[in-house]
């Protein structure tokens, strides 16, 4: 479908009198400068013309964000006022959606002009209420492994570890293995995004978590396959060969207690170029980006995620105004521009070309080329040779994944804690540790985990 065809000449006759657009977005540091930039851009050149004016607010994160959409739907706040366009992840559309706020982006946009667009976006874009496009993807991510590669350089020539055994689950907790004894008994790994680890571990595994059909979720909980995540993340993080410290897993690069993470790849623009031993001593560090590890002799997956743009309704205008800015704001060029500078992922087709990514990189050969830069190539490479997964959406669909978030780590952050209290009374590593790794203690934890899940949902 596409807008009215006397639209954009009704913007253009007002482009003295412009409409204003109220925009509320999470991107912080080097993020919200690139979006400020753009939303700059937009309100100086195509929106002048036009005659729409982009209001750019920025929250804290998004948490912040959805409390203050959540506050004004319930009127907690009276002086709330919701934006014409908000970031949003799935879950909290679907809320949106159930309560009919959401305008229909396509009703301002043409088919042509949508199969532009990566198919999987797009298809993430309906899942809240059938064939309707509710959420507009404007910059897309997926997870990959960053290293510490100065130091990763050090204990690999020392001790033979080959970058190609960080390609599995299984290869990572080796690794931990033999640079915890390297080190004198650091951590080697973290994860962020906890849930990812336990959904698309999961499903590549050969089961989906959570199965949502006609609205209704079934949980499916496969306790071998639960064992073998149990394996590969609590065995290693109660032996102390990870880590979880900071908020990121890249504050615990920076602080020195882990060298390599798992995280998104939004996360690379915070990478750090430097270890501060204390308050007084730092030392500078190379890194290195590798692909998503897999578990062995598994296919490929890798999440599918980023918060898309969702158009509150309000009038005609105001909504064609909204979708305007969307669709420049995604024109190739200008979105990878913005994906090359905050390391977010460009959503059109023409735009995950290789190719294309090297043109448009090209245009800052003369600036100092960050890891976000030179990491593209390898994130689109393993975007196309990955199997891309996005959770279904549902109701309490957020509480779920708290829930996923938290079972292994606070699991095994609180166990090494008690074992690390054995050990300094007295106890062998081997003596303290012994306890954990029995069948029973798994078995506790699993239905401990099956009966939040049953009782949220239920």
Known sequence: MGCKSNSNEFLESNSQDPVTITLWHSYYGAQKIAFDKMVKEFNETEGYVKGIFVEAIACVNMNELNSNIMDFIKKEKAENKLPNLFSAYSDTAYYMDQLGLLANIDDYIKEKEIHEYVDAYIEEGRSLSGSKLKIFPIAKATEIMMVNKTVWDLFAADTGSRIEDLATWEGIAKTSKAYYGWSGGKSFFGRDAMANYMLVGSKQLGQEIFEVKNGQVKVQINDDIMRRLWDCFYIPYVKGYYKAVGRFRSDDIKTGDIIAFVGSTSSMVYFPDQVAINDQESYSIESMVLPLPNFEGTVPYAVQQGAGMVVVK???????????????????????????????????????????????????????????????????????????????????????????????????????????????????QEEAIKPFLTDENFEKWLLDFKIKLQVLLQ
């Open 314 to 428: 309000s009038d005609f205008i105001k909504e064609y105004a909204s979708v305007e800015f969307l669709k420049w704001f995604t024109e190739a060029e200008r979105n990878t521009q913005f994906s090359i500078q905050s390391a977010y992922l460009p959503v059109k087709k023409q735009a995950n070309d290789y190719k294309f990514i090297q043109k448009q990189l090209q245009l800052y050969e003369d600036e100092n080329m960050t890891i976000s830069h030179l990491a593209l190539p390898i994130v689109l490479d393993q975007i196309k040779d990955s199997r891309l997964y996005t959770s279904s959406v549902f109701s309490k669909g957020t509480e779920a994944r708290h829930i996923l978030e938290d079972a292994l780590l606070i699991k095994a952050q609180t166990d090494r804690k008690i074992i690390c209290q054995y050990m300094a009374q007295g106890q062998s």
